[in-house]
């Protein structure tokens, strides 16, 4: 069974500074692995996702993540935070190849101090 | 093109009585998916329509929740009758291929949720 896990159920950092959103997965395939973004009031849309290319997934406002096979990690990153970036984070996963579900993290709620 | 939508956004209820809960795909997409998040934990599936079929329902918490998608386009659910447990934020989301397979890369399109209260 696939499952996901993401460290922090909040995180804060000062705008400009590095923003760093950990995910960690099980899976007994290699997944698909995604980070969804939720702002207040609307719904989840897609951040990224990492479908067995490049390890290194560039996304939406200037977001990116790596996958790390050997450490089983898909730590979503942002060089420099910025107000807009506040919101709730979603890390999920997928088998590859296969019509089946994707499994969301609990989420990380983003803090942007001034 | 219009996004998910799901009504109502917001519904409080006391425990017992039901509620319905409606999710209009984006049009033309074919799976269409129900998940709930309750406070405070990870957003968990319900179930997966294809169409008007029922793809996997494994989510399905128990017997009083029922799910439907009549003509494959429009969704509901209903819980009947509600507990204080079912309070939450049920989520609808579709796509025009199922799941992560080699016709589609997983991306699903969200509502922004009907958020249910028991009380």
């Known amino acids: 069974a696939q499952s996901v896990t993401q460290l922090g159920s909040h995180v804060s950092v000062s705008e400009g500074a590095l923003v760093l959103l950990r995910c960690n997965y099980s899976s007994s395939v290699p997944p698909y692995l995604f980070w969804y973004v939720q702002y207040p009031n609307q719904g989840l849309q897609l951040l990224l996702k990492?479908?067995?290319?490049?390890?290194l997934v560039k996304g939406i406002n200037g977001f990116e993540a790596e996958f790390k096979k050997s450490e089983t990690s898909f730590h979503l990153t942002k060089p420099s935070a910025h107000m807009s970036d506040a919101a709730e984070y979603f890390c999920a996963v997928s088998p590859p190849n296969r019509d089946d579900k994707i499994i969301f993290g609990k989420g990380t709620r983003l803090h942007i101090l001034p | 093109e219009a996004g998910v939508t799901q009504f109502p956004s917001h519904s409080v209820i006391e425990k017992g009585q039901t509620v319905t809960l409606r999710c209009d795909p984006i049009s033309g997409h074919d799976n269409l998916y129900w998940y709930r998040r309750v406070m405070g934990k990870e957003i968990k599936f319900l179930l997966h329509f294809v169409k008007e079929s029922k793809q996997d329902e494994s989510g399905m918490p128990n017997n009083r929740f029922l799910a439907e998608r009549t003509g494959g386009t429009y969704s509901t659910l209903k819980v009947q009758p509600a507990e204080l447990e079912d309070s939450g934020v049920y989520f609808c989301?579709?796509?025009?291929?199922?799941?992560?397979?080699?016709?589609?890369?997983?991306?699903?399109?969200f509502g922004e949720g009907s958020r249910l209260t028991v009380l």
């Open positions: 989301a579709s796509s025009p291929f199922p799941g992560a397979g080699v016709f589609n890369t997983g991306e699903l399109f």
């Open positions: 990492y479908t067995s290319a490049a390890t």
